[in-house]
């Protein structure tokens, strides 16, 4: 015999499920575009994107509970500026049910150099000219062609390790003069590090040995930190890596433990009878318990706690 089913608690929506098209007049910003902003290649690239495809990602909006048929702006400030500085009169909106602002920005993930190539091979290889992405994204066409083959030259492994990474264009030239082995090297040292600078991997690559090179040095050029300094810099780097990575293993763990313990103490030294008797018997312990107990981040202490 089949019993019924309970009704499970659905998780409340944090949008509504159809967009709405929404008068610009009626959004209102939450904040004010600084002025510099739109001087910005990011503003810029917003501008020439929507010109040339139209909108991609809709604004987010709530409704304004103070005032009927308006719409308070959660995400997409620059966007609705840009749209305004076009002439759009309206605009399609996602609605909110909730009206956290803050939460938005710090949900995104940053497009990446891999992340962007991928996406400029997909479109050339669709059928979209070249003229038009570089129209969209306000760039060069020969800034296409080179984001178009950033990759060649560099070894799959690579690759993967630095394919959400915020790595600059400049990186991959320098990695591309290095043979593969040497590549994943120097990737697993930049992530390890979690530093992607030019300075970083310039440094990798003073250190690295002409048969590690595609193409050998053709000269001698004067250093003010010589080839055997920069290698040593390389091998403490490596072992900071490694202590970095058990930190990282066992770190889930031991806050897990010390929340644990905070709680504990906390609900002990309650109880006015061991308050009490620490007093007495043991002080240093009562003194270092307290602190454990009265830890408002564990994040913050945590240095304090394992020094």
Same mark, same amino acid.
């Given at each position: 015999? =089949?019993?019924?089913?309970?009704?499970?608690?659905?998780? !409340?929506?944090?949008?509504?499920?159809?967009? !709405?098209?929404?008068?610009?007049?009626?959004?209102?910003?939450?904040?004010?575009?600084?002025?510099?902003?739109? #001087? $910005?290649?990011?503003?810029?690239?917003?501008?020439?994107?929507?010109?040339?495809?139209?909108?991609? %990602?809709?604004?987010?909006?709530?409704? =304004?509970?103070?005032?009927?048929?308006? &719409?308070?702006?959660?995400?997409?400030?620059?966007? @609705?500026?840009?749209?305004?500085?076009?002439?759009?009169? *309206?605009?399609?909106?996602?609605? $909110?049910?909730?009206?956290?602002? &803050?939460? &938005?920005?710090?949900?995104? $993930?940053? @497009?990446?150099?891999?992340?962007? +190539?991928?996406?400029?091979?997909?479109?050339? *290889? +669709?059928?979209?000219?070249?003229?038009?992405?570089? %129209?969209?994204?306000?760039?060069?066409?020969?800034?296409?062609?080179?984001?178009?083959?950033?990759?060649?030259?560099?070894?799959?492994?690579?690759?993967? #390790?630095?394919?959400?990474?915020?790595?600059?264009?400049?990186?991959?030239?320098?990695?591309?003069?290095?043979?593969?082995?040497?590549?994943?090297?120097?990737?697993?040292?930049?992530?390890?590090?979690? =530093? &992607?600078?030019?300075?970083?991997?310039?440094?990798?690559?003073?250190?690295?040995?002409?048969?590690?090179?595609?193409?050998?040095?053709?000269?001698?050029?004067?250093?003010?930190?010589? !080839?055997?300094?920069?290698?040593?810099? %390389?091998?403490?780097?490596?072992?900071?890596?490694?202590?970095?990575?058990?930190?990282?293993?066992?770190?889930? *763990?031991? =806050?897990?433990?010390?929340?644990?313990?905070?709680?504990?103490?906390?609900?002990?030294?309650?109880?006015?009878?061991?308050?009490?008797?620490? %007093?007495? +018997?043991?002080?240093?312990?009562?003194?270092?318990?307290?602190?454990?107990?009265?830890?408002?981040?564990?994040?913050?202490?945590?240095?304090?706690?394992?020094?």
């Amino acid at each position: 015999m =089949n019993m019924p089913r309970k009704p499970t608690k659905g998780t !409340r929506a944090g949008f509504e499920s159809e967009t !709405r098209v929404i008068p610009i007049s009626a959004i209102l910003p939450l904040k004010v575009l600084r002025p510099t902003t739109k #001087q $910005s290649q990011k503003y810029r690239q917003i501008v020439a994107s929507i010109r040339a495809i139209g909108l991609v %990602e809709c604004l987010v909006v709530v409704p =304004n509970t103070k005032k009927r048929d308006t &719409y308070l702006l959660l995400d997409g400030l620059m966007r @609705l500026e840009a749209i305004t500085e076009l002439g759009w009169s *309206e605009v399609e909106c996602l609605i $909110s049910t909730d009206d956290e602002a &803050y939460t &938005y920005n710090k949900r995104i $993930s940053r @497009l990446a150099s891999v992340q962007e +190539h991928r996406m400029i091979v997909r479109a050339v *290889e +669709h059928g979209v000219p070249e003229e038009k992405i570089a %129209e969209a994204l306000d760039l060069e066409v020969g800034a296409i062609r080179r984001r178009f083959r950033l990759l060649d030259g560099i070894c799959k492994e690579a690759v993967e #390790q630095l394919a959400d990474k915020p790595c600059p264009k400049l990186m991959f030239e320098l990695l591309k003069r290095m043979k593969p082995m040497r590549q994943m090297e120097a990737t697993e040292l930049m992530v390890g590090q979690k =530093n &992607y600078s030019s300075p970083f991997i310039r440094t990798i690559l003073a250190a690295t040995p002409d048969e590690l090179l595609v193409a050998p040095r053709l000269g001698k050029k004067d250093r003010d930190v010589s !080839r055997e300094q920069i290698a040593r810099l %390389e091998r403490e780097l490596a072992v900071a890596q490694s202590r970095t990575k058990y930190v990282e293993d066992t770190y889930g *763990e031991d =806050n897990l433990q010390l929340t644990i313990a905070k709680t504990y103490l906390a609900k002990l030294l309650k109880k006015q009878a061991i308050v009490r008797w620490l %007093e007495v +018997h043991q002080p240093e312990y009562l003194a270092e318990f307290q602190e454990i107990a009265e830890i408002v981040s564990l994040v913050a202490n945590d240095e304090k706690m394992t020094s």
